[in-house]
């Protein structure tokens, strides 16, 4: 399964083809609202980044400004694997202007 976080404007609509395609898919959003049409095509919505990490073989992630950015590491601390394990499943798909956001990096 493929796990994807951030389903703004973009991101929704990249999972959507996804689906599409045939990929099962596992969501995860901050607005958990965001989540409703994917889970009404059978995706499977999480209650928590962990959860989501926990079984996707790999994650896809689109975020748009750096407070977001911090949610995702939040997102990869949560999962407890390490960054070069997570390197290897992770797939960031968002460019953000860097600043204090990365402090936490």
């Known amino acids: 399964m493929l796990g994807f976080v951030g389903l703004g404007y973009m991101g929704s609509r990249i999972a959507r083809r996804l689906m599409d395609a045939g990929y099962p898919l596992g969501v995860y959003n901050r607005t958990r609202d965001k989540t409703r ?7 499977r919505v999480y209650d928590s980044p962990r959860e989501l990490a926990a079984d996707a073989e790999t994650v896809l992630s689109i975020l748009l400004t750096p407070e977001m950015v911090v949610v995702e590491h939040a997102f990869h601390a949560a999962a407890a694997v390490s960054w070069r394990t997570l390197e ?18």
Do not use: D, I, K, T
């Not at 049409?37 to 995706?43: S, V, Y």
């Open 37 to 43: 049409a994917l889970a009404e095509r059978g995706a």
């Open 88 to 105: 290897r499943r992770a797939v960031r798909m968002a460019v953000v202007a860097m600043g204090p956001a990365w402090v936490s990096w």
